[in-house]
């Protein structure tokens, strides 16, 4: 026979603390870090676009001159 397990009892288990200010200093940070990341990535995707938009504008014509 097996013992039964009680929920109640591994709760106490995990329990947090609050996070500290300094815990929450990293967040913004990191928060922040991400942030400047999506902005880089969204700089180059549409430089990316602009480029392709580009060569495409050249390839029509060059096919047109043909």
Same mark, same amino acid.
């Given at each position: 026979?097996?013992?039964?397990? !009680?929920?109640? *009892? +591994? &709760?106490?288990? *995990?329990? =947090?603390?609050?996070?500290?200010?300094? !815990? &929450?200093? @990293? #967040? =913004?940070? $990191?928060?922040? *870090?991400? !942030? #400047?990341?999506? @902005? @880089? #990535?969204?700089?180059?995707?549409?430089? $990316? =676009?602009?480029?392709?938009?580009? #060569? $495409?504008?050249?390839? =029509?014509?060059?096919?047109?001159? +043909?």
């Amino acid at each position: 026979m097996q013992p039964q397990h !009680d929920p109640q *009892h +591994s &709760v106490g288990a *995990h329990v =947090r603390t609050a996070p500290t200010a300094a !815990d &929450v200093q @990293k #967040l =913004r940070v $990191e928060i922040a *870090h991400l !942030d #400047l990341l999506v @902005k @880089k #990535l969204q700089t180059e995707l549409q430089i $990316e =676009r602009q480029y392709n938009q580009a #060569l $495409e504008t050249q390839i =029509r014509t060059l096919t047109e001159v +043909s």
